[in-house]
DNA sequence: ATAAATAAGATATTTAATGTCCTATATACA
DNA sequence: TGTATATAGGACATTAAATATCTTATTTAT
């Protein structure tokens, strides 16, 4: 796996909006300048947010986006994924195929307990564990 | 983290050396051959795993390479952090400074958490365990 | 109607991975 | 000692992906 930009910018959205609870809206220009995103990167974020149905997005004035569910209802791990797709450590463990060895393969294994170990560690965590106590707002978000 | 094709090719290399034994010389052909690597990028991977010591490699007619250690003293992570370096999942664990959050952000401790998780396992298995039993080795080796 | 705000898609720009090629160097052996 | 063999080392080409920006279209509050 690898987490891009897009990935870590997406987390830093939810986050913020989560800070802010369920259905409570927010626009496009807050969240870019306090969560630190490049704004027309954040609008191709948000759209793929919104397909996978963790946000609403309204246009015209007063537009903005806003949570759909609650955010403990929301794991990072789900988050991550939409970004970046199923998270994965090496190539055969998502396409098998790819390498002939993979059903005999002792490395093959390592990596898939590994991807699962990761997975469960991202998917325990949710939006509102991080986004509740002070310590889990990011500081450029404080002012708030 | 992203396990790049040189570092499975690195892999695969060592766990042929691992098969083979200590000290005991093997040709880039026969590796890039059974183990199904490019040869040329064999050679490019071959000299990074020279440099950190794990092999020697011999110039010349009859030339090759070969481990330098006992293979149940190389683990998998060694191997990987030779190829790509030092693991982290999100780049804000390995350079703090690239988020002026990081000292407060509960997401960061998470990725800090899941890499830990990460290295401990891939720590944990060495070469020895890897080339021993016949399911470990990968099917385009099984032919020796 | 108008202006404000996001949608959607096209298009750079940048960066990294991957693979290949060429010249140099080391070494076994005739 | 010379020659052929095999790898070293670095330069270069290709490909792929991430990242960012720009333009036009659509939605909606007033
Ligand atoms: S050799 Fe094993 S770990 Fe490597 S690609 Fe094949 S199945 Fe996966
Ligand atoms: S917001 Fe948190 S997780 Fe994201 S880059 Fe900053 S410190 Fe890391």
């Avoid at 987390?11 to 300048?33: D, P, T």
């Avoid at 963790?54 to 903005?64: D, H, R, V, Y």
């Avoid at 986006?65 to 055969?92: A, H, Q, R, T, W």
Wanted: aromatic share 4%.
């Amino acid at each position: 796996m690898r987490l891009t930009r897009a990935g870590e910018y997406a987390i830093r959205c939810m986050v913020y909006l989560a800070h802010k609870g369920k259905g409570i809206q927010v626009s496009k220009q807050e969240i870019a300048e306090r969560a630190d995103i490049p704004a027309h990167f954040l609008a191709k974020i948000a759209q793929d947010l919104a397909r996978a149905g963790l946000i609403a997005i309204k246009q015209g004035p007063k537009g903005g986006y806003s949570m759909l569910k609650n955010p403990e209802e929301i794991s990072l791990l789900e988050v991550v994924e939409v970004m970046i797709g199923e998270i994965f450590l090496n190539d055969c463990v998502g396409r098998p195929r790819t390498c002939k060895a993979s059903k005999q393969c002792s490395v093959h294994k390592v990596w898939e307990e590994a991807r699962a170990q990761l997975r469960r560690t991202l998917g325990k965590v949710n939006l509102a564990e991080l986004s509740e106590s002070d310590s889990c707002i990011p500081v450029f978000l404080v002012h708030n």
